[in-house]
């Protein structure tokens, strides 16, 4: 295939990702209902339930400008062969092969971050602000940006040069290399997230002894879960809205509540929402999303293996010569017919182990704490009650809240 054919492969891509996206988009925007859905009458009034369309709405069409600015962008950029020309730039700086691409990445990534910026400012200032989420002040913002600029160039710049040495120096075979180099850093993140790279954007303070921890700690030692670590991190910096995650492998496990989750809740919802939690380790899905990932990250470097030193790739984006980094978003592109159907069976999964969890919570612990629990967190973030079956399908990592509450009330039941 030459490299004008690619270029017209590229473009037809990029139109089809978002016709595909704007489409399921548009289907979720017309299946919200001006009614409360029978099961939750009663956790919203009129007033609540209106300004939860109102936000879904406003997110939904902020999406449609940001999608459609982004692809236009896009196709600008392919059209008019611009990678090319940030290509032949970068290369009149640098010599270095390796440093040539660190570069080209730092210029592209700097480049969009600041087209993106009013975006972002937009988002957070103007439609979180608006709905009582925003709690973010502008010097937050502008510390997040800079920290993220610093991690990016320490984190991608250590990680980038590994990658881009084991391509130039190994050739083909680079990709098994890739594989364990990737894999010993997904393993690193899971490990050390929360002592590492967490603390640099937010404060953890351990549980303060008191009724709290002690249920938890009960419900822990009743289900044979080594807990040792238990924080809660200060979310209301930045958002109103709750959550809580675990993290970690081995000793390095940790719980963490969101402040507003604790502020929000009842001890037993905040148990039950834990229990929902250790859930996921007990079900194993933490080691079961680790392996699935490494096994999608063989499949794509593989597949990587066998473009990345094509010539009409690098003419497709506008470059006069192979370009490895030019190659890499060509290859991100033609890579994302098999990204969106992994994208879409690892939803699958999730949701499958979403409902797992809640089994397990309701089992080992109680399901009514959990089912106010979980009502509490849609009518706090002003969530959609009644997203369409497609965007749900194709986006969902979580089931949707009416979804959960049914299979619990059906647990209850037998």
């Given at each position: 295939m030459y490299a004008t054919d690619l270029l017209y492969l590229i473009i037809g891509l990029v139109l089809f990702d978002y016709v595909i996206d704007q489409s399921l988009s548009f289907l979720n925007y017309k299946s919200s209902k001006n009614e409360v859905p029978d099961k939750l009458k009663g956790l919203y009034n009129e007033e609540e339930y209106q300004k939860s369309q109102k936000y879904q709405s406003a997110r939904t069409r902020f999406g449609f400008i940001t999608s459609l600015f982004s692809t236009a962008l896009t196709l600008v950029v392919l059209s008019f062969g611009l990678f090319g020309v940030v290509d032949g730039m970068v290369s009149s700086w640098v010599s270095d092969p390796i440093i040539q691409s660190l570069v080209y990445f730092g210029v592209l990534f700097l480049l969009s971050d600041m087209i993106n910026l009013p975006f972002s400012y937009y988002s957070t200032f103007v439609i979180e602000?608006?709905?009582?989420f925003n709690k973010t002040t502008l010097k937050t913002f502008v510390l997040d940006k800079i920290k993220g600029y610093v991690l990016a160039i320490v984190m991608g710049g250590i990680l980038g040069y590994a990658l881009l040495w084991l391509i130039n120096e190994l050739g083909a075979n680079f990709w098994i290399y890739a594989l364990v180099l990737i894999t010993s850093f997904m393993l690193f993140m899971n490990v050390f997230y929360t002592s590492l790279i967490l603390p640099l954007f937010?404060?953890?303070?351990?549980l303060e002894d008191g009724e709290l921890k002690s249920k938890i700690q009960k419900y822990a030692e009743s289900v044979a879960f080594p807990?040792?670590?238990?924080?809660?991190?200060?979310?209301?910096k930045r958002s109103s809205k709750a959550n809580a995650f675990f993290s970690?492998?081995?000793r390095k496990k940790k719980i963490v509540l969101y402040d507003t989750l604790i502020n929000d809740h009842s001890e037993e919802e905040l148990v039950a929402v834990l229990a929902h939690e250790v859930g996921h380790f007990k079900k194993k899905h933490i080691i079961q999303g680790l392996v699935l990932g490494v096994i999608q990250m063989a499949i794509t470097l593989f597949i990587?293996?066998?473009?990345?030193f094509n010539l009409d790739l690098s003419e497709a984006l506008g470059a006069d010569r192979l370009a490895i980094h030019i190659n890499l978003i060509a290859f991100g592109i033609l890579y994302s017919p098999i990204s969106r159907l992994t994208g879409l069976l690892m939803n699958v999964l999730s949701r499958k182990n979403e409902f797992e969890a809640d089994a397990f919570a309701s089992t080992t612990y109680d399901a009514k704490p959990l089912m106010a629990a979980l009502k509490k967190l849609s009518v706090s973030s002003l969530s959609n009650l009644t997203p369409h079956?497609?965007?749900v399908f194709m986006n969902y990592s979580?089931?949707?809240?009416l979804q959960r509450l049914n299979a619990m009330e059906?647990?209850?039941k037998n």
């Open positions: 602000e608006k709905f009582g937010n404060k953890l303070t351990p807990l040792t670590s238990i924080y809660v991190i200060d979310g209301s970690g492998l081995g990587l293996s066998l473009f990345i079956p497609a965007f979580h089931p949707p809240l059906a647990y209850l």
